[in-house]
Structure formats: C-alpha cells, structure tokens
C-alpha cells in the first residue's frame, strides 16, 4: 500500500495541522429574543438556556457573551398580543421597545455588530410575514411596511437590516429606502433560501408568533427544492444583499454548498431553534455527548460552506472554547 490514510491521522499534532476547518467565535451570531419591561429574563420552554430578556437584562447578557469571545448579535422582539395589528404598524413606531434596546445596545457596545429581522410576524395580529387579504398573503403592499420597519432599525443603529419575510423584491426595496435616507454603509444580510420548515416551533413559541390561520408555503420555499435557491440566490445578488442566508442550515447543507459555490457573497448558515432544540434535548436525555456533538454539528455547518453560523448555542459553544 502506497496510500496509508491513516498516517495522517496517526498522532495528535498531526491531525491538528492537517485539520482543515475550525470554528471560531468569529463565525459566530447569537441569536436573542427581547421585551419590553424592567428586570425581565424569562426562559423558553422549548429551547433550554435560551430567555426573553428586558433591555437591562440584555445589557447583562451580552455583556457576559462579550468576555466570551462573541461579537455579533440578532435580536428579536416579543410583543404583546394589545399591540399587535394587520399591517405591524408597532414595528416601526418610535415607542417600540425593540427600536429602543437596539440603540441602547449600540451605545452601551459600539464594537459589537447588531442584526435586526425585518418581518410582520411579531408584530402582525395575523402572525404572518407580509399583509393578510381575503386569506392571501400580499407581496408589493407588504414591502412598503418592510422598508418602514428597515429605516427605523437603520436609524435606530443596527448594523445589519436581516429580512426573513420572503416576500419577493425586497431586498433591493430596503436597499433603496436606506441608500435614499443615507444610511448607504448600513448592510443586507438577506434570508436568501428560508424553506417553509418544521423546525422553527420554539422561536415561535419564544415570540408567540405562529400564524393564526394556514402556513407559510405561499412564500417560504418547498423543502423539496434546490434550484429555486439559485433563483433566490441570483435576485438577492442583483438587489443588493451584502450575505445570503440559508435556513434553517442543518438540515439544508447541501443548499450552503450550492451558495458556496455559485456565488462570491458570505454565506450565513442559520441553525434554527428546532434543531438547536432537538440536539438540547437528546443531550439533555444523555443519548449524546453535547461537548462532542455541539462542535461537529457547527463543523458540519463550516465544512458545508458557511463563512457564518447564527446559533442559538453560541454562548455555550464559546464557554466550551474559554475552557
Ligand atoms: C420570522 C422568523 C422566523 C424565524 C426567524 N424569523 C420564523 C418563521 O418564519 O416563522 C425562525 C428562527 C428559528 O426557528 O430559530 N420571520
């Protein structure tokens, strides 16, 4: 045998410098949920370790992930029920408390890079992304509220405006409210190829979000689909999108490579509250061993492609690593 593989594998120190992926807390977003109130740090049922968080209680946090190593954050608001409406006019309303902890946030932490999700849902009485009509989902009326909402988080001080909604034609929308009121270095990392999936359950309970009638297939794409991730991918380059987003990321590796391979835009891979939840829970159950298989999952998101990975297991990944 001329090819002995293992040879490489053979010790230690070899198999440190012929490793061919890492990953680090600079690859990292960590994903949160946020109130409104005072001394508020409640924790999600079904994904343990992760709360809703008051502003003050979030300055906390943050802070501690901060001296972890973390750098990059994405918020998202839980509102109450009252001021929810059809068409998420709470969203861009100078009293919202989400607008405000953004801007407190960025004061408090000027390094850190802030994300923010552009979307009806947490703020719609109906629960879905874009303006409900005679049960149909509408696409041009919805992006007049979606660039609304994107200048206040631009003004507000976010870093990255994040659309999720899908709605078609969005990305160059946002692109050219912010570029019009100057926010021109304010980036896009849009939610390119978001599949309409079963794993995002636990982020809806964390805001109380699901739609209140039908799914989200009229918009999110059909999980049986690759192709349409190119058409996605190619619309969100032309429009102007500073990274594509591939979600959830787990499930959908093959996607991230696809981007990967096709386009020269940052690839964000989001590894969504259901399969943070699933892993959590096997690990919780002691059917796996979280210190080994909680880096291989975000391995396996590196070696897909993912230049980023949005996990709600930062703040543990990054502790493991201080250790
Ligand atoms: C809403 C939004 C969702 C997620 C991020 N933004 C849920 C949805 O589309 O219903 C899911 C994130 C997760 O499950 O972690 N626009």
């Not at 699901?210 to 989200?216: L, N």
């Given at each position: 045998m001329l090819r002995r593989p293992r040879r490489n594998r053979a010790s230690k120190v070899l198999r440190s410098m012929v490793r061919e992926n890492f990953v680090t807390t600079d690859d990292l977003i960590y994903p949160m949920f946020v109130m409104d109130g005072e001394n508020k740090k409640e924790e999600i049922k079904s994904l343990p370790g992760n709360f809703r968080f008051s502003q003050d209680r979030i300055i906390e946090e943050i802070g501690e992930c901060i001296d972890l190593g973390l750098k990059s954050f994405m918020i998202f608001p839980a509102v109450e029920e009252s001021l929810k409406d059809s068409h998420a006019s709470y969203s861009y309303s100078p009293e919202n408390f989400y607008l405000q902890i953004a801007s407190e946030l960025k004061s408090v932490f000027p390094s850190i890079c802030l994300i923010s999700d552009v979307a009806m849902d947490p703020y719609s009485s109906d629960g879905h992304d874009g303006i409900v009509e005679d049960g149909k989902i509408l696409n041009d009326e919805s992006l007049e509220i979606l660039g609304k909402m994107s200048l206040a988080q631009a003004e507000a001080g976010f870093d990255l405006i994040g659309p999720s909604d899908m709605m078609d034609g969005r990305v160059q929308y946002i692109r050219e409210i912010l570029d019009r009121n100057g926010y021109t270095t304010t980036g896009i990392m849009s939610y390119t190829a978001k599949y309409a999936s079963a794993f995002y359950g636990p982020f809806r309970d964390a805001l109380n979000s699901?739609?209140?009638?039908?799914?989200?297939k009229s918009y999110q794409m059909d999980p049986s689909n690759q192709r349409d991730a190119m058409i996605e991918a190619d619309l969100d380059t032309m429009e102007g999108a500073d990274f594509l987003m591939v979600k959830p990321a787990v499930h959908y590796l093959d996607i991230i490579h696809l981007l990967k391979s096709n386009y020269p835009l940052p690839i964000a891979g989001y590894h969504v509250s259901g399969e943070c939840a699933m892993l959590m829970a096997a690990i919780e159950k002691g059917y796996i061993d979280g210190e080994k298989a909680i880096p291989e999952t975000l391995l396996s998101l590196k070696r897909a492609g993912c230049d980023v990975i949005i996990t709600y297991l930062a703040k543990g990944y990054a502790k493991s690593l201080n250790h």
């Open positions: 699901a739609p209140k009638f039908g799914d989200k």
